[in-house]
């Protein structure tokens, strides 16, 4: 069972203000989740959360993270920049980018971001750019299949990312002898994972090759950043982590592994984007059209371009109709957007009950990697985000868009638009 964070009686008060489609935003949910992270690593003085502003890229978002004590993760130059105006600076930011080009790490420097280079050939291209930073982080991978209890989580040795083994060795070595002071280590292995046991898997191979590379090399690291990939239940039978579970195992292998090195003070970064927003967010869209055809198909005021993970991965999002969420599941509808693509369909043969017009579907779990993926393929227009505050109250904290907007960038050719 999976039940929207807003009630029906507060979905018809915003929209009777805002139209839809739009994304809601759950202050409460996002701080108090918040807060059970720093819990769950407060064994760890210097554990700081690097928000991967990928997932929601809006500054209100951002501001209530640093408020939690949450930095940023940016990987463009658009999120620098974003991140620049929320007030994050110096350490408070990573820059976890791949393919970059020179601009984004001379603005990163300028806003003494902590950087994390994607590759070996990087540090060469950075320095040209930037000078020697006192503080450089580097991507690890593995290569071949990260396993844990013998089943595959994901395949490296296939992923465009980091630095191989030796390559990550060479390249502490190389950045200490340049004067680097203060170095970390990064590694990213698999995504939306729905186990307790990835992250301490993970930091047992990262903490291993920490040990390694000082023994090596000299090289003491300050960090280990374990990136993002603790997953959330888009299904209602999923079962979610739990993140208290998840940190007391990292401080067990910490306890074994680090400090019988004099490795004790070293702190652990995370780089989480789904676990922190995906739950706390939800597409509000309403059905503006029944087809009865082969299939009985919904359509909605909401498209792809609003969300676009259940046409690009096949992903599941839970829908509920507000208002009928304890109604008995008795009738079998896709559930489609406007596109003139046949996968824009946000659910196929799903249970729902009876689905009139006018009716207003709540598409869970749109928080992260939501709003943010969204497009304009057959001109459509992206949609508002809403923000339902701790208090009850709500705000507009991004307006949909315009005509206007999707014509701006034609002005160019001298064309004028209705
Ligand atoms: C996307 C991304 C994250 C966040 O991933 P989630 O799956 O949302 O937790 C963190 N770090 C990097 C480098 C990323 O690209």
């Given at each position: 069972m999976k039940t929207p964070f807003v009630t029906k009686s507060k979905i018809d008060e915003i929209t009777s203000i805002y139209p839809t489609p739009f994304h809601l935003y759950d202050e409460k949910g996002i701080r108090d989740n918040a807060k059970e992270l720093h819990r769950a690593f407060e064994?760890?003085?210097?554990f700081k959360e690097y928000f991967a502003i990928k997932a929601t890229p809006n500054p209100v978002i951002l501001k209530i993270l640093k408020e939690e004590g949450c930095g940023v993760d940016c990987s463009s130059l658009t999120e620098l920049m974003m991140a620049e105006a929320v007030g994050f600076s110096g350490d408070e930011i990573?820059?976890?980018?791949?393919?970059?080009?020179e601009e984004e790490f001379i603005y990163a420097k300028k806003l003494n971001a902590i950087i994390n280079l994607?590759?070996?050939?990087h540090i060469d291209f950075l320095i040209k750019y930037t000078?020697?930073?006192e503080i450089i982080c580097l991507r690890y991978n593995p290569g071949g299949n990260f396993v844990i209890n013998n089943q595959i989580m994901d395949t490296p040795s296939e992923a465009k990312y980091g630095l191989t083994r030796e390559q990550l060795f060479n390249g502490y070595a190389k950045l200490k002898k340049m004067g680097v002071k203060r170095f970390g280590l990064h590694s990213f292995l698999?995504?939306?994972?729905?186990?307790?046991e990835y992250y301490p898997a993970l930091a047992k191979m990262l903490f291993e090759t920490a040990v390694q590379l000082q023994n090596d090399t000299g090289v003491k690291l300050d960090f280990i950043n374990l990136s993002g990939?603790?997953?959330?239940?888009?299904?209602?039978d999923d079962k979610p982590n739990n993140i208290a579970v998840i940190g007391r195992a990292i401080q067990k292998i910490f306890d074994e592994i680090l400090v019988p090195h004099g490795m004790g003070s070293l702190a652990i970064y995370t780089e989480l984007g789904r676990f922190m927003l995906g739950p706390y967010g939800c597409l509000v869209s309403k059905v503006l059209h029944k087809k009865d055809i082969y299939k009985q198909y919904i359509g909605l005021d909401a498209c792809a371009a609003n969300l676009m993970r259940p046409a690009m991965y096949k992903a599941y999002h839970h829908i509920s109709i507000s208002g009928k969420?304890?109604?008995?599941?008795d009738h079998t509808y896709d559930v489609t957007g406007s596109?003139?693509?046949?996968?824009?369909?946000?659910?196929?043969d799903r249970m729902l009950p009876e689905v009139n017009i006018g009716d207003i579907l709540i598409i869970h779990?749109?928080?992260?990697?939501g709003y943010s993926m969204g497009y304009n393929y057959n001109g459509k227009l992206r949609s508002a985000e809403i923000l339902l505050k701790a208090t009850g109250d709500f705000s507009l904290i991004r307006r949909a868009e315009t005509p206007a907007d999707y014509f701006s960038t034609l002005h160019v050719t001298g064309y004028t638009f209705p």
């Open positions: 064994w760890n003085p210097s990573m820059f976890s980018s791949n393919a970059t080009p994607d590759d070996y050939s000078g020697v930073p698999a995504s939306n994972t729905l186990t307790d990939g603790i997953g959330i239940p888009y299904k209602p969420e304890d109604a008995v599941c596109l003139c693509e046949n996968n824009d369909k946000f659910a196929i779990d749109t928080g992260a990697h």
